[in-house]
């Protein structure tokens, strides 16, 4: 099986997520599947940027330990990363910085000068040299980069042609066969899928206040959303941003917002708003390192329990947790859609490497539409409240402009015509009718099927996972035989699905970006037998290889 | 539908509290712009959290009783949702003086078509007289420990004028109709437009007194210079004894926000097709 890894390394500012993204698109049009992992320090300019793209001819959503390609911008990369690069790795490195190393030379930064590009092109350079270095044609990389390469293509090619021509082939590897494009598959990072799936069901609005790593979704809304017709809105706060999102639901707007844990905590005041309101709103809460600013620009799982009760007071909701880009989109549609059948918020609850990694996905495996919700599809004949009991606590949504119709919407307990109660009948009254949304709303999460068994179905040993880990446990368990385990809806927690799926196995292992095992812990609350949790706290993913030694030392 | 615009919610306002002179100069302002053609289901009402939020209740058109200091990041939501909207905020000075700070400077610097009529007792009341950013230095409430010196108050409209709001006004609730006037000329200003309306808080700051012998209207004001209107505002700091002026203080026509920011929208269909030709395109 064909399964390489490459690694490019350089500073803030060299373009090394650019540079990942072109070599992943390199393979990913001759039909392989590939998975980067994007790994950067909070800063603008200097310190140490690396892209690792994985490329693989069987799907794959997770690092290896082990570099087949290196490709060095700067000496840090050179200097950090050698020690994991295999004995017969392809080594090129930027001359200009580096001497006497080991690997093939390329003067990156005097070729550009040469060519009279600017310096962010010592990228295209080492790709085009790298891509030499394996044996691939020049056509090909000249196609990829004219598709790729935004800006200065004719400047960018012949620093290229360049690169190109100051290596010789050192090694082609079995797995290329052709250059000629095959298959469907594209690549999309997990913050584009969240934000695709969003759109493909129906969203009218995105308001959000900049924080890593949910700023992709707000940045790639705001690019497409002249074309897709959706306004985008940059407020003064995530409280501004909750409020508005909240205010846009009122209005009519299909509208969600997104952000990490520290902006969440400025949302859950809105977000309860929401809920006693009964106004649906979507919010996307991209987990990173916390307590509090943590470390910005690294994954965690550790919101799991926060976004289950965030806000005050006890209200239904949906949380659903994606694994990769593909569940990302699918995820992000069926959140706001339901958000909106049941008018309570929805939580699309990812992690720094779902949300920054680029995955492959192939467009025929993701579900033809989802059906946007319709604002209303229930009678408004006759006196309007905003409230009226129904028998499954969801009334009919109408909203300001729609003929004859009084809103009043309270984020203070009310009466059916949504004017403010204190008695204890109407208080309970209220409580009880929201709640009465639980059962069809658990349905809802059954109908998804919304538990994913990965491996050995009959296998004795079962991981527990979410998130981003989900796509690790997924190989993982291939390699090792044995079961995992992935819940893609957490709230309404999905027990009996996630019961059956661990079924009588002998040992269940938890694997989550935490130190105290959440999963593992809601699971027990519902009755399913958890027996050890692996926790990995320091900020960065596991990689398949380092959790496959963690689970042969639990299991042998 | 029920065409009173009073609901039957029982009021529970203190006597004589100025928040009785604001809800029905809302509610005749509202009865006259439904007489021009406005349609009554194009009116929304956002109220905040406190004693003023209470109008929610008892103003029967279609209302948002929203969070304390949010009122106005809501109604910036409703607004963009739908341009069409008569979006109304009426908020405490607690409640977006203080808490609400940022998201009313933001109305002002996106000149958003919103009108907020602050309802300025400056006291918190529903909280039992605790000062607010407007209270006289020398008001202390039960917040203050004794033997604290005063904390003085800021002057908002000073911080709405440099905000960039195109609309200020100055009311007063026992000038019930000039206050009148001047929020449905705040209605129909396209733009942000602010109302700051001095009202007594019958329990706990009952100044009818000094008000009524300090309020005027200038003559000759014109309110689309910058430079008279920031003189004016500048004459009382809401602490010292100084006249207070009252009626439309500056106004001035600008693009506004849902004009400049909100796109065209797309239906359901043709966003599908979007994702659909971005995923062809990726290939």
């Known amino acids: 099986m064909a399964d390489y890894s490459v690694l490019i390394g350089g500073k803030a500012g060299d373009g090394i997520n650019r540079a990942g993204q072109v070599i992943a698109k390199v393979f990913t049009r001759l039909g392989f599947y590939c998975y980067i992992y994007y790994d950067y320090p909070s800063l603008i300019r200097g310190g140490h940027n690396f892209s690792v793209v994985r490329i693989a001819d069987h799907p794959i959503g997770g690092r290896r330990d082990g570099i087949d390609v290196l490709l060095a911008l700067d000496a840090t990369t050179l200097k950090q990363h050698r020690s994991s690069a295999r004995k017969d790795a392809v080594v090129l490195y930027n001359a200009d910085l580096i001497h006497n190393a080991e690997g093939t030379a390329v003067s990156l930064q005097s070729i550009v000068t040469e060519e009279g590009g600017s310096p962010v092109m010592a990228n295209t350079c080492i790709i085009a040299a790298f891509c030499k270095s394996i044996g691939i044609g020049w056509d090909y990389v000249e196609e990829i980069l004219r598709s790729e390469v935004p800006h200065e293509i004719e400047k960018n090619l012949r620093v290229a042609r360049r690169g190109y021509a100051a290596v010789d082939i050192e090694k082609h590897p079995s797995f290329l066969v052709s250059e000629e494009p095959v298959g469907e598959k594209i690549l999309m990072t997990g913050n584009e899928g969240v934000a695709l799936g969003l759109v493909a069901a129906g969203l009218d609005g995105y308001v959000a206040y900049p924080m890593s790593p949910s700023t992709g979704i707000l940045h790639y809304i705001a690019e497409i959303a002249e074309e897709a017709g959706i306004t985008v809105i940059q407020p003064e706060s995530e409280i501004a941003a909750m409020n508005m999102t909240v205010g846009m639901a009122y209005g009519g707007f299909r509208a969600a917002t997104g952000t990490a844990g520290g902006g969440f905590n400025l949302m859950t005041e809105g977000l309860s708003l929401a809920a006693m309101a009964e106004l649906p709103v979507t919010v996307i809460l991209a987990q990173r390192v916390g307590p509090s600013t943590g470390t910005p620009t690294y994954t965690a799982q550790a919101d799991l329990h926060y976004a289950i009760h965030a806000g005050n007071g006890e209200f239904p909701r949906f949380i659903f947790a994606p694994g990769d880009a593909a569940q990302a989109y699918e995820c992000a549609g069926h959140a706001l859609r339901l958000s909106w059948k049941y008018q309570v918020p929805s939580i699309i609850l990812t992690d720094k490497t779902l949300a920054e990694s680029t995955y492959t996905v192939e467009p025929s495996n993701l579900p033809d539409s989802i059906p946007a919700q319709p604002m209303n599809d229930r009678n408004l004949e006759g006196l309007y409240e905003r409230y009226i009991d129904a028998e499954d606590g969801v009334s009919p949504y109408a909203i300001p402009g729609d003929i004859g119709v009084t809103i009043k919407v309270n984020s203070k307990t009310h009466n059916p015509d949504g004017i403010s109660t204190d008695t204890a009948e109407g208080v309970a009254r209220c409580t009880e009718k929201q709640m009465r949304k639980l059962p069809a709303m658990r349905q809802e999460i059954s109908d998804l099927r919304p538990v994913i068994i990965y491996g050995n179905p009959d296998a004795e040993i079962c991981i527990l996972c979410w998130g981003s880990n989900a796509q690790l446990c997924r190989e993982v368990a291939g390699h090792l035989g044995i079961k995992a385990v992935q819940p893609l809806a957490l709230w309404p927690f999905p027990a009996g699905e996630v019961s059956d799926a661990v079924g009588d196995s002998w040992m269940v292992i938890s694997v989550e970006d935490n130190y105290t095992g959440q999963l593992a812990e809601l699971a027990r609350n519902h009755g399913i037998r958890v027996d050890l949790h692996i926790p990995k706290y320091d900020g960065r993913p596991h990689t398949i290889d380092g959790l496959m030694e963690l689970l042969w030392g639990m299991v042998a | ?283």
């Open chain 2, 1 to 283: 539908m029920n065409q009173s615009f009073i609901t039957d919610a029982q009021n529970t306002w203190c006597m004589g509290c100025g928040n009785f002179a604001i809800l029905h100069a809302i509610k005749d302002v509202i009865v006259g712009l439904i007489e021009d053609g406005v349609p009554r289901e194009s009116i929304v009402l956002v109220a905040g959290i406190g004693c003023h939020g209470k109008i929610a209740d008892y103003l029967n058109i279609s209302t948002f009783y929203s969070l304390h200091g949010r009122a106005l990041a809501v109604a910036t939501g409703i607004k963009i949702a739908n341009p069409d909207l008569t979006v109304i905020c009426t908020v405490g000075d607690g409640d977006s003086y203080a808490e609400g700070l940022a998201h009313l400077i933001f109305a002002a610097k996106r000149n958003i078509d919103i009108t907020a009529i602050v309802h300025n007792n400056r006291v918190y009341g529903l909280t039992k007289g605790q000062y607010t950013p407007t209270s006289p230095g020398t008001y202390h409430g039960k917040s203050i420990p004794k033997g604290v010196s005063d904390d003085p108050p800021f002057n908002p409209l000073e911080i709405l004028l440099c905000s960039g709001c195109g609309f200020l006004a100055r009311g007063y609730t026992q000038r019930q109709e000039q206050l009148t006037d001047l929020i449905r000329e705040a209605i129909v200003h396209k733009g942000f437009s602010v109302v700051d309306t001095l009202q007594i808080c019958a329990s706990f700051l009952d100044i009818g007194d000094f008000y009524n012998e300090r309020v005027y209207v200038p003559a000759g004001h014109n309110p689309e210079d910058f430079d008279a209107a920031c003189r004016i505002v500048g004459e009382w700091d809401y602490d010292g004894d100084a006249p207070i002026a009252l009626g439309t203080l500056y106004r001035k026509e600008m693009p506004t926000y849902e004009g400049r920011f909100r796109v065209l929208q797309k239906n359901d269909v043709e966003r599908a097709k979007l994702v659909e030709k971005i995923m062809r395109e990726r290939r």
